[in-house]
């Protein structure tokens, strides 16, 4: 019998044990989550104006009514090269990207400001080095689709009239990155491929495209689902609650927000300005057929996507520092993102 885990650290498996207890406990048969018992085990931090491991970071509120708001994070000095000039630091003659990030959480659970999210956003900014907005979109089952993917166009919007005067650092919207990892990768997508199509922006140019293990699905059940189940964040049961919980009523998992690109999908082959895309993929996934099947999917469209495949990693590695994974995915976004910029300042 084939292993549903690696072997992973101690610390890691306590982590996960307890993400999966807090999430098995709150969300409740009639589709409801008891919010109380999520902030028990759901760690926040705050945004930190002095520096930390030489990255600031605030929070900015987009939408008063609906309750959005993004979290901010500026390096203030790097010792990592940076994706767009290696070898030079963070001063005011460097120019940094933008990387707009949407967190995992099934479209459930989580937030910008949860520990761990906080941290891997920090890094991102510090190593790549680029400023980060982390979206704080709202939640289902309070909020259904497409509310998420209204929220993270309209951060994508908000980010044309934000003031980078005070950064010591020259912030290029014209070097504009669109990130998510889980449900995050997902929003991404739709964010994504709505900005190729349906509006023009003035500043913001989105060059790239960053799924880590994209949060898609379909009626069917893949090989890797029915392979991998125990031992694992994704299981069927927490999927289909998590997509009856997001979707609106009588949808199935081949809504086109699910199946990207399955019998409902939309065709994607004509949106010219759809931005070349990194792909994660772990071994360990049970999610990892319907990635595959996104790959797929964008090259019989036309697009450009890089596959970057980890077998030894579970669903959401990249949460855990611990993991020689999760320095690796690093890397490979600065590879990316140095890709995308030096072909686009040709």
Same mark, same amino acid.
């Given at each position: 019998?084939?292993?549903?885990?690696?072997?992973?650290?101690?610390?890691?498996?306590?982590?996960?044990?307890?993400?999966? %207890?807090?999430?098995?406990?709150?969300?409740?048969?009639?589709?409801?989550?008891?919010?109380?018992?999520? $902030?028990?085990?759901?760690?926040?931090?705050?945004?930190?104006?002095?520096?930390? &491991?030489?990255?600031?970071?605030?929070?900015?509120?987009?939408?008063?009514?609906?309750?959005?708001?993004? =979290?901010?994070? &500026?390096?203030? #000095?790097?010792?990592?090269?940076?994706?767009?000039?290696?070898?030079?630091?963070?001063?005011?003659?460097?120019?940094?990207?933008?990387?707009?990030?949407?967190?995992?959480?099934?479209?459930?659970?989580?937030?910008?400001?949860?520990?761990?999210?906080?941290?891997?956003?920090?890094?991102?900014?510090?190593?790549?080095?680029?400023?980060?907005?982390?979206? &704080?979109?709202?939640?289902?089952?309070?909020?259904?689709?497409?509310?998420?993917?209204?929220?993270?166009?309209?951060?994508?919007?908000?980010?044309?009239?934000?003031?980078?005067?005070?950064?010591?650092? &020259?912030?290029?919207?014209?070097?504009?990155?669109?990130?998510?990892?889980?449900?995050?990768?997902?929003?991404?997508?739709?964010?994504?491929? $709505?900005?190729?199509?349906?509006?023009? %922006?003035?500043?913001?140019?989105?060059?790239?495209?960053?799924?880590?293990?994209?949060?898609?699905?379909?009626?069917?059940?893949?090989?890797?689902?029915? =392979?991998? $189940?125990?031992?694992?964040?994704?299981?069927?049961? =927490?999927?289909?609650?998590?997509?009856?919980?997001?979707?609106?009523?009588?949808?199935?998992?081949?809504?086109?927000?699910?199946?990207?690109?399955? +019998?409902?999908?939309?065709?994607?082959?004509?949106?010219?300005?759809?931005?070349?895309?990194?792909?994660?993929?772990?071994?360990?996934?049970?999610?990892?057929?319907?990635?595959? $099947?996104?790959?797929?999917?964008?090259?019989?469209?036309?697009?450009?996507?890089?596959?970057?495949?980890?077998?030894?990693?579970?669903?959401?590695?990249?949460?855990?520092?611990?993991? +020689?994974?999760?320095?690796?995915?690093?890397?490979?976004?600065?590879?990316?993102?140095?890709?995308?910029?030096?072909?686009?300042? #040709?």
């Amino acid at each position: 019998m084939s292993k549903t885990t690696p072997n992973l650290p101690l610390k890691v498996r306590l982590l996960l044990s307890a993400h999966v %207890f807090s999430v098995d406990a709150a969300r409740r048969s009639n589709l409801t989550v008891n919010r109380g018992l999520v $902030k028990v085990f759901d760690p926040k931090s705050p945004p930190s104006s002095k520096p930390i &491991n030489d990255v600031s970071s605030f929070d900015v509120t987009i939408n008063s009514d609906t309750k959005l708001w993004l =979290r901010l994070y &500026n390096p203030t #000095t790097t010792t990592s090269t940076s994706a767009t000039s290696p070898g030079d630091g963070v001063n005011d003659d460097v120019s940094l990207p933008v990387v707009v990030y949407f967190h995992g959480g099934g479209f459930s659970f989580m937030g910008a400001n949860s520990k761990n999210y906080d941290g891997l956003c920090r890094r991102l900014a510090r190593e790549i080095p680029a400023v980060v907005l982390s979206v &704080n979109y709202r939640l289902a089952p309070e909020h259904r689709c497409p509310s998420q993917y209204e929220d993270g166009f309209e951060a994508l919007k908000f980010l044309e009239s934000m003031d980078f005067g005070s950064f010591k650092a &020259n912030v290029d919207l014209s070097r504009c990155f669109i990130a998510g990892d889980s449900a995050g990768g997902n929003l991404a997508h739709h964010v994504a491929l $709505k900005a190729a199509g349906e509006y023009s %922006f003035e500043k913001v140019k989105i060059v790239g495209l960053i799924a880590i293990q994209p949060f898609f699905g379909g009626e069917e059940e893949t090989e890797s689902e029915k =392979r991998i $189940k125990g031992g694992s964040l994704i299981t069927e049961e =927490r999927t289909e609650w998590m997509w009856k919980a997001f979707l609106p009523d009588g949808s199935d998992r081949n809504h086109p927000s699910v199946n990207v690109f399955g +019998p409902n999908a939309v065709d994607i082959s004509g949106a010219v300005g759809f931005p070349s895309t990194l792909l994660i993929i772990g071994g360990f996934d049970p999610l990892q057929d319907w990635q595959r $099947k996104y790959h797929q999917g964008l090259k019989k469209s036309g697009k450009e996507v890089d596959l970057i495949e980890y077998p030894n990693a579970i669903h959401a590695f990249y949460c855990f520092p611990d993991l +020689p994974e999760s320095a690796l995915l690093i890397t490979e976004i600065k590879n990316f993102m140095h890709k995308q910029l030096s072909k686009n300042s #040709t």
